[in-house]
């Protein structure tokens, strides 16, 4: 295995037997991970070639503008708990369990501007008034 497949293969590890269900899927499980590491191989090569950078720093890079719209998605998935639902908002103890937040982490995570994304995405306004409206543009 060269450089590269093994980043593809650190990228994309094969399901553990026994944690596919139904198991009988287990199979092709395993050929859609390979199938993504062949085409996550065939992109690292392309993109560090014609960017002329490590495969790794490539990976990494990938990653961390995953990890930034996956917490993207939390503030907004927040904001909708607190904001937008029914007539009582969810409580920051279960959100913040759930989110891997403190409670007044929650509070804070997030501000208008993921708000504003919600209820453009909703087709709706929040619930109820904006108290903290000092947090502003997170």
Same mark, same amino acid.
């Given at each position: ?38 085409? &996550? ?19 990494? &890079? &990938? ?22 639902? =029914?007539?009582?908002? /969810? =409580? ?17 995570? /997030? ?11 909703? =087709? ?7 108290? &903290?409206?000092?947090? =502003?543009?997170?």
């Amino acid at each position: 295995m060269d450089r590269i497949e093994e980043l593809a293969a650190l990228r994309h590890p094969m399901p553990e037997p026994g944690t596919v269900i139904p198991e009988d899927c287990y199979v092709d499980a395993c050929e859609q991970v390979a199938e993504q590491r062949k085409n &996550d191989v065939l992109g690292l090569e392309a993109a560090g070639q014609e960017l002329e950078t490590d495969p790794l720093l490539l990976a990494l &890079d &990938d990653l961390k503008a995953q990890k930034e719209a996956v917490d993207a998605r939390i503030r907004q998935l927040l904001a909708w708990g607190r904001e937008f639902h =029914g007539n009582r908002p /969810y =409580g920051l103890e279960e959100l913040a369990r759930r989110a891997g937040y403190s409670p007044s982490g929650v509070r804070t995570a /997030y501000g208008e501007t993921e708000i504003r994304q919600v209820a453009t995405q909703i =087709g709706r306004e929040p619930n109820r008034p904006r108290r &903290d409206t000092a947090r =502003g543009s997170r």
